[in-house]
C-alpha cells in the first residue's frame, strides 16, 4: 500500500507540476532527454517545444556518435530541424554545434537562422568544424540580439537594408574569413550599444578601426598589420596579441594604445613582446599614468633585450595603483649590470600579486624579482614558474630569489609546478 500511495503521489506531482517547475527541470537536461518527458503526462507532453533556451552542443552530438566516433549527422541535422519547426513560442538562446558532415549542408543552415530570425533570439552561438562555409545572411535580420558569437564561418558583407543589431553587447567572432576588408567596420558601426568585443585568429582584415563609444572590453588575438582607436572612452580592458610578426615595423600599431589610454580610464590591460618586435624594438612610454589599472599582463618577453626590460618598468611605473602583475618570460642570457637600472624610489604601494612565469634565473630576471619585492610595501604572493631548466638550477634560482630583501613582511614566495 505505501508503495502504491508512492507512486501515486509521483505520477500526481508530474501531471500538476506548475509550469514554472517544469521550465527549470527541462532547463537543466540536454535536449534529446527533456524530449523525451512528453510521454510524463498531457501537461508535459508539449511543455520542452516551449523552452527558451535550445543547446544542440557538443553533448547533443555525443550521444549520435558511436563506438567507431561515426557520428550520425543525418539524423541530427534532422532532429534538430524537427525541433525547431515545430517550436511554440520564442527561442531567446541557440547554441549550435556542426560537425564535419552537418556542415556541408547549407541548406539546414540557412533554414535554422531564418527561423531564429523571426523569433526574437537574443543569443546565439554557432560553431563549426574543419570546413568553413559562409554563414546564412539570416544573421543579420536577428534584430533583438544580445549576444553574438560565431566560429569558422566567412563572414559575407551584410544586406543593403541591414539595419545593425541595435541591442548587441557582446560579439565574438573566431576562426572567420571577412570576404571584404570593409565587413568589419560596417558591421560594428551600427552596434552602438556593443560592451565586448573579441576577435580570435580572423582573416582578410589588416587593418583595425576601433570606433565603438560603448566599448568596454577589447579582445584581439590574431595578425594584423595596423590598429587605430577613434572613439573607445568607455574602454576598460584591453588585451592585444600578435600570432606572428608583420613584414614591416609597425610602430603606429602599438603607439595606438596611447589614445584609449589618455581618453578613457583603463582598468585592465594585456598585451605580449610581438608588439614590441612588430615595433622594430621601438615602443614610446604611455604619455599618461594609469591611475584605475589595477591588472597589468605582460607575456612574450626576453629581458635580455634592453628595449624590452626599460618599457617594462616604464609600464609598471605608470601604473602606480597595480594590484596584479602577471609576466611571461621568453629565455634569454645574462645581461650586464648596465641593463638593470631600476628606480627604486617609485613604491608599488598597492600590488597585492605577482605572477611571474618561464624565468630560467637570468640576472634580468632576478633583477626583476629583487626590484618587485622592494617596492611593493603589501605584497601578499609572488608565484613563479620556472622554464625548462634542470632540478639543480632550478634549486640555484630559488635559492637567489628567497634570498631577496622584501618590503612586505607579509610577502610569500611560491614556487608553482610545471
Not at 520542452?48 to 541535422?77: C, H, P, Q
Not at 629581458?303 to 597595480?322: A, K, N, T, W
Not at 633583477?367 to 639543480?392: D, R, T
Request: hydrophobic content about 40%; overall charge neutral.
Amino acid at each position: 500500500m505505501a508503495c502504491s500511495k508512492s507512486a501515486k503521489n509521483t505520477v500526481d506531482f508530474f501531471s500538476n507540476a506548475p509550469d514554472i517547475v517544469i521550465d527549470k527541470i527541462l532547463e537543466s537536461m540536454t535536449i534529446r532527454m527533456a524530449a523525451r518527458t512528453s510521454v510524463l503526462s498531457k501537461q508535459w507532453r508539449h511543455a520542452w517545444l516551449s523552452l527558451k533556451s535550445l543547446i544542440f552542443n557538443y553533448d547533443f552530438w555525443a550521444e549520435l556518435t558511436d563506438t567507431d566516433e561515426n557520428v550520425d549527422w543525418r539524423k541530427g541535422s534532422q532532429i534538430i530541424s524537427d525541433i525547431l519547426f515545430c517550436h511554440i513560442g520564442p527561442v531567446h538562446d541557440l547554441e549550435l554545434f556542426m560537425p564535419y558532415e552537418a556542415c556541408r549542408d547549407r541548406m539546414n543552415n540557412r533554414q535554422w537562422i531564418c527561423f531564429l530570425s523571426k523569433n526574437g533570439v537574443r543569443k546565439v552561438v554557432i560553431r563549426n568544424r574543419y570546413v568553413q562555409m559562409d554563414i546564412s545572411p539570416h544573421i543579420f535580420r536577428c534584430n533583438e540580439l544580445v549576444h553574438l558569437e560565431i566560429s569558422a564561418f566567412y563572414l559575407n558583407p551584410p544586406p543593403t537594408d541591414f539595419i545593425g543589431f541595435p541591442y548587441l553587447k557582446h560579439l565574438v567572432l573566431a576562426e572567420v574569413k571577412f570576404i571584404k576588408q570593409s565587413i568589419f567596420s560596417s558591421l560594428i558601426e551600427k552596434c552602438r550599444m556593443l560592451e565586448t568585443l573579441k576577435l580570435v585568429n580572423w582573416s582578410g582584415m589588416d587593418h583595425i578601426v576601433i570606433d565603438t563609444p560603448s566599448l568596454q572590453t577589447l579582445i584581439l588575438s590574431g595578425d594584423f598589420e595596423s590598429l587605430a582607436f577613434r572613439n573607445v572612452r568607455s574602454l576598460k580592458s584591453i588585451s592585444l596579441c600578435l600570432k606572428t610578426l608583420p613584414k614591416k615595423p609597425r610602430v603606429e600599431t602599438v603607439d595606438a594604445i596611447n589614445l584609449p589610454a589618455s581618453s578613457c580610464q583603463l582598468q585592465s590591460i594585456e598585451f605580449d613582446g610581438h608588439l614590441f618586435l612588430a615595433a622594430g624594438g621601438i615602443i614610446r612610454p604611455p604619455p599618461v599614468t594609469f591611475i584605475l589599472l589595477h591588472e597589468l599582463c605582460l607575456s612574450n618577453l626576453n629581458l635580455s633585450d634592453f628595449g624590452v626590460s626599460r618599457y617594462l618598468l616604464h609600464m609598471i611605473e605608470c601604473c602606480p595603483y597595480i594590484k596584479n602583475l602577471d609576466i611571461a618570460v621568453l629565455p634569454g642570457e645574462n645581461v650586464g649590470q648596465d641593463m638593470l637600472d631600476y628606480n627604486y624610489s617609485n613604491k608599488l604601494d598597492h600590488l597585492l600579486e605577482v605572477n611571474i612565469t618561464g624565468i630560467t634565473g637570468t640576472s634580468a630576471e632576478l633583477k626583476l624579482v629583487e626590484y618587485l619585492f622592494a617596492v611593493s610595501p603589501v605584497l601578499k604572493n609572488l608565484f613563479f614558474k620556472s622554464g625548462y631548466i634542470g632540478i639543480e638550477s632550478q634549486l640555484t634560482m630559488s635559492q637567489s630569489l628567497m634570498r631577496f630583501p622584501r618590503a612586505s613582511a607579509k610577502a610569500s614566495l611560491v614556487c608553482l609546478k610545471n
